[in-house]
């Protein structure tokens, strides 16, 4: 094959690859529509696509007219380089033999036409690359255009802080466009130059030619303009410095960087008119000297200074100095996380709780949460997954009204995992057409044991049943946490909806959650878009299928909203329909909060919960609700979104029962407020009374404490109420200091309280409790004793719960089998004042600290006895060995018919006889 039939082949196979990724593309954007009209987000999807499209566009219009423009303006330098090129002949001898061939000179081939062809073939090129910069700016653009002010003014510059949230990002991304820009044009311009004016007049003639000059000093001149504007820019940025004793623009930064800003204002503009003056002028070392000076300037103005003012005027009283920059950075830094709203409040320490204040609040002692979702998961999984393809993704807390009474339960999806399924199994048809979905809910209360420390269910087994007034009629998952891809539903394969003794039942969706097939091109563009051509095979699939996909609930959201930030737990709620519901967190954030602190690594440094989501896990639907209508971000995006985001009023009664403060925002706000509840300057300065997250030992390891949720009743209130807590340790100390509260029922929701303790008076830390478990001998030696036979300890969470104006501290043990996956809740150690006890349940514990008067429902402790499945066994070892024999062979069936519930329980009646075999034989 020569040379030109390769150079043919490769051009038919790149354009073959291009036709290929443009269909592709063009499927994947025709499914993306069908996808937002089904799910009544199309105008969602029509703005993002012609905002970000209509960008790229624009960008790479504006670099293709520009740099045409400047290209063109080199072609007579080029035409006339050619012309001057003296024509190159090659010698031979003279002979008779030698058959001389004509050659066409090859400046002919250089024309005006084919230079303006190649320029624009150029330009094109380099404008659609170009485009691609720009992708994902899209929100920052229409955020400009549609911005809300803040009202709030910066201590500076005396502007709208959405000056810095909206306009200013506005502005540095059309400096770095035109900045990078005139650089390329600049690039090409004296490329185009350099080589025809080397063939003009050699190396020594490089830019001596006016026009080549003239046009780099033009473009050149334009620079130091754009550069002036990025100056006055700058000058912004600095109330998002880094460099001071604190986040904001410190003493050198307003008194040295300020200043030098302002002077490179002038250097750039006068540095620009020197050269433009040059043009007429002639004196090139006039421009090397400008240009030298500035960046000379630069260098002395922007790093030199300053660093002389900081280190001779700032470091030696720097206090004083900084003074009036750390009270702006505390008084901006509490308004972008909030804490300015921050009700601040005495509790009372030292005060020894009596049996009588117990019997009072036993709204709080009964929701104290004796399982920790660690060992929770492992236990759920052993009894309630069922068969080998459900998986339990996470275990969430919430909250219910349950046959009256106010409960805190915790709740966990069973969904469909096919990476679970047999090899076999794995078929095109099971994981598209017949395995489509999870099924069911096991929920359990958070404080309630079984007599052989497992959790008792108010929801379990497939088909749900229900020991109390919550009902799940749909318990089907489409949409959840699980990554199994797409699937089909309506076909003429059944779908299997749950296992049902040895056989299985099937149902058919009767949702509309999916994009439908319709016509055969659906059917070839959803092929095309998901890359399975078997779709295009199977005789199964009819008009009336559905395909559903992104059903990952976070690819959904994210999908039609990438624009806002996610909590990292969306967690499911049971309406009152028997539906399942998942709801999530949404933030608003920015890193151009003027003075404010950061709080990640990237900058940013304000935050609002600005949003609450709904996604239906049957149907699929995707709802946004505002749940801060102040936040003026989130107003800015319901503005360039007309009619996405609803108020939350309408959201139902039902679902905002269980709205609930999200975990990351108070743990961000948590470890901001460590800080700056210190509003004294003096204090912040010296970092007096810094607080700290405490840590609690989790295992055998010491980790940071994580915020938990609890039902309590809060000093100065009459009634019980959902709350986030997280303690404050001293800075470099194990005790207690404070503790901050999330509100999270309706009335009160997003409020912060913060309980101060008297710092004269000692308050047990958590690990300081821990501690004091490590150092009781009677604890101590039991969970040694424990680990030694062939069982491992797992300590849970140490919950620090706030009853009345004094302090409990609950810790659950666990006991888990070496070979086991399977935690029980087999010890409680209570904490309280002086006293720490480990009794088999919680009320036991309270009754020795506090007497056993004190008198508890029985959910506080293990569930009755009836409900734990244990049997009337007979009394003879005899006959205790012939019912452990006929348990265990009863185990081995229910386990080899995947009864996973049937297998627990026979395992628990199993160790009832034989404990009481062994009583017996002592």
């Known amino acids: 094959m020569n040379r030109g039939s390769r150079f043919t082949l490769g051009l038919t196979i790149l354009v073959i690859a291009l036709i290929v990724s443009l269909i592709g593309w063009g499927a994947g954007l025709y499914i993306d529509w069908l996808w937002f009209g089904a799910l009544k987000y199309r105008q969602v999807f029509i703005t993002t696509m012609v905002s970000d499209i209509g960008l790229r566009v624009l960008a790479g219009l504006a670099l293709f007219g520009l740099l045409f423009l400047n290209l063109m303006l080199t072609r007579n330098s080029v035409l006339q380089a050619v012309k001057a090129i003296k024509s190159f002949r090659p010698f031979h001898p003279e002979d008779d033999n030698v058959i001389t061939i004509n050659q066409t000179d090859w400046r002919e081939s250089i024309t005006s ?48 802080v959405g000056f810095y949230i909206f306009s200013l990002p506005f502005y540095l991304f059309l400096y770095r466009l035109l900045v990078s820009a005139i650089l390329i044009n600049a690039f090409f311009v004296a490329l185009v130059y350099l080589v025809t004016d080397t063939a003009r007049g050699g190396l020594a003639k490089i830019f001596r030619f006016a026009s080549a000059r003239n046009h780099l000093s033009a473009l050149a001149a334009l620079y130091f303009i754009v550069r002036a504007w990025g100056y006055r820019l700058n000058q912004y940025n600095l109330l998002n410095s880094s460099g001071g004793a604190v986040h904001g623009a410190g003493y050198t930064d307003i008194h040295a960087t300020l200043l030098s800003y302002k002077i490179l204002i002038v250097l750039s503009l006068l540095t620009a008119a020197v050269i433009l003056a040059n043009l007429f002028l002639k004196r090139a070392r006039l421009t090397a000297y400008a240009i030298g000076g500035l960046i000379l300037g630069s260098v002395l103005l922007t790093g030199v200074y300053p660093a002389l003012i900081q280190k001779f005027v700032v470091v030696p009283n720097e206090f004083t100095r900084e003074k009036p920059y750390i009270t702006n950075n505390i008084k901006f830094s509490q308004m972008a996380y909030n804490l300015n709203e921050v009700e601040r409040k005495s509790f009372p320490a030292g005060r020894t709780l009596t049996a009588g204040d117990i019997q009072e609040n036993q709204n709080t002692i009964e929701n104290i949460r004796l399982w920790d979702w660690r060992p929770l998961q492992q236990t759920y999984a052993q009894l309630q997954e069922m068969r080998l393809y459900y998986e339990f993704k996470n275990i969430d807390i919430d909250r219910y009204q349950i046959d009256g009474r106010y409960r805190q339960v915790m709740l966990a999806m069973r969904e469909m995992n096919q990476e679970q399924l047999p090899d076999q199994a794995k078929t095109w048809i099971n994981q598209r057409l017949k395995y ?133 737990d969306p967690y499911p709620v049971i309406n009152t329909k028997g539906e399942i519901i998942w709801m999530w967190d949404a933030y608003t954030l920015s890193n151009m909060y003027p003075y404010a602190e950061p709080f990640d690594n990237r900058g940013n440094n304000y935050i609002r919960n600005a949003v609450k989501i709904t996604i239906n896990a049957y149907n699929g639907d995707v709802n946004f609700y505002i749940a801060d209508s102040k936040d003026p971000v989130i107003q800015t995006y319901s503005k360039i979104f007309k009619g996405m985001f609803k108020p939350m009023d309408q959201m139902s009664a039902d679902l905002r029962e269980h709205i609930r403060y999200p975990e990351d925002m108070f743990l961000i706000q948590s470890r901001m407020y460590a800080s700056y509840h210190m509003a004294d300057p003096q204090v912040f300065y010296n970092r007096e009374d810094k607080w700290t997250i405490p840590t609690e030992k989790v295992g055998d390891e010491e980790q940071v404490m994580e915020a938990y949720y609890t039902i309590t009743v809060l000093l100065g209130e009459q009634e019980p109420e959902f709350v986030l807590i997280m303690p404050f340790n001293p800075q470099n100390k194990k005790n207690m200091v404070a503790w901050m509260a999330a509100r999270s029922d309706e009335e009160n929701y997003g409020k912060l309280i913060v309980y101060e303790f008297p710092k004269q008076e000692l ?160």
Not at 134 to 157: E, M, R, S, Y
Not at 443 to 448: A, C, F, I
Not at 791 to 800: A, D, E, K, P, T
Not at 841 to 863: C, F, K
């Open 113 to 160: 036409g084919r230079l303006t062809a190649a320029f624009m073939v150029i330009s094109l090129i380099m404008g659609f690359f170009y485009s691609s910069t720009v992708a994902g700016d899209w929100p920052t653009v229409l955020k400009f255009f549609n911005q809300t002010p803040f009202n709030i003014q910066d201590p500076i510059f005396n502007r709208d």
């Open 763 to 922: 308050v047990y830390g958590p690990m300081q409790v821990e501690a004091r478990i490590d150092q009781d001998t009677t604890i101590s030696q039991q969970l040694a004793l424990w680990n030694q036979s062939g069982s491992s300890v797992i300590r849970g969470n140490l919950l620090v719960i706030p009853v009345k104006d004094s302090l409990i501290y609950v810790e659950p043990i666990y006991l888990q089998a070496r070979q086991s996956k399977m935690p029980e809740l087999r010890r409680v150690v209570v904490a309280a004042g002086d006293r720490v006890v480990m009794e088999p349940t919680l009320d036991l514990a309270l009754q020795r600290i506090y007497g056993e008067n004190v008198s508890l429902p029985p959910s506080t402790g293990q569930a009755p006895q009836e409900e734990t499945g244990q049997p009337e066994v007979p009394a003879s070892l005899q006959e205790l060995a012939g019912e452990a024999g006929r348990l265990y062979d009863e185990a081995q069936n229910k386990l080899k018919s995947g009864d996973w519930a049937g297998y627990g329980q026979s395992l628990d009646q199993l160790k009832a006889v034989l404990e009481k075999m062994q009583a017996q034989s002592q």
């Open 436 to 568: 489509t979905h999870g099924y069911g809910v096991a929920m359990s209360p958070v404080n309630e044991v079984s007599g052989e420390g497992m959790p008792h269910f108010f929801l379990k087994d497939i088909p749900p049943t229900a020991s109390t007034d919550i009902k799940v009629t749909r318990p089907e998952i489409y949409y959840g946490e699980s990554n199994d891809g797409y699937v089909i539903v309506n076909t003429k394969t059944e779908e299997f909806d749950y296992p049902e003794g040895d056989e299985n039942a099937y149902t058919r969706y009767e949702g509309t959650g999916g994009v439908k097939i319709g016509n055969f091109f659906n059917r070839i563009m959803i092929a095309l878009a998901m890359g399975d051509y078997k779709m295009l095979l199977t005789s199964d699939i009819t008009a009336e299928s559905q395909v559903l996909f992104n059903r990952n609930i976070k690819e959904r959201v994210s999908k039609i909203a990438p624009f806002l930030s996610y909590d990292s």
